[in-house]
């Protein structure tokens, strides 16, 4: 079921209190549909729930540089993190994904529903350059809810460092 951004302050409530992640694209005046599906177990019956292609799906990953020092990075769902161009791009030697408690502590989200919108802490953000020009889907901070955004819209809004970091989801 698709919601789009209510007009006249009425916002999508989760529990019925605002989700930090749509009271933050509120926030920006970012334009979104936001979407709400039943649970899924993988990557395509997201995609499938949400009514788009698979790379249309951006996986927002929580990578730890150091202590207390977190970013996250957009990935189109078709792909995975590449580590040597991440380091190489943020000028480090050594990358680690928290684990999902850890990863909470970081952004307020549980694994499965992070979003950089209305995180915590408003960590930097990296988009890998293929999100560029299109539509996609993000978590909004609950199972079962996403939002549709302009890609270029929302990277804009984060302030996002935008390059190649991604490399093609391995075959099985």
Not at 10 to 33: E, F, Q
Request: hydrophobic share 45%.
């Amino acid at each position: 079921m698709a919601i789009s951004r209510p007009a006249q302050g009425r916002r999508v409530t989760v529990a019925g209190m605002p989700s930090p992640a749509i009271a933050a694209l509120d926030a920006a005046g970012l334009p979104y549909r936001a979407i709400r599906h039943g649970p899924v177990r993988s990557l395509a019956e997201a995609a499938a729930a949400r009514g788009v292609a698979v790379p249309d799906v951006v996986k927002t990953i929580v990578v730890r540089r150091g202590e207390d020092d977190h970013l996250f990075v957009l990935t189109p769902g078709d792909r995975v993190v590449s580590w040597p161009k991440l380091r190489a791009l943020l000028g480090v030697s050594r990358l680690s994904m928290p684990d999902a408690e850890a990863a909470r502590a970081a952004t307020g989200y549980e694994r499965g529903t992070i979003t950089p919108f209305g995180s915590t802490t408003a960590w930097p953000v990296v988009a890998d350059e293929r999100l560029r020009g299109r539509e996609i889907t993000l978590g909004a901070g609950e199972h079962g809810l996403a939002v549709a955004v302009d890609a270029d819209a929302a990277v804009t809004a984060l302030a996002a460092t935008v390059a190649d970091v991604t490399d093609p989801e391995p075959t099985r």
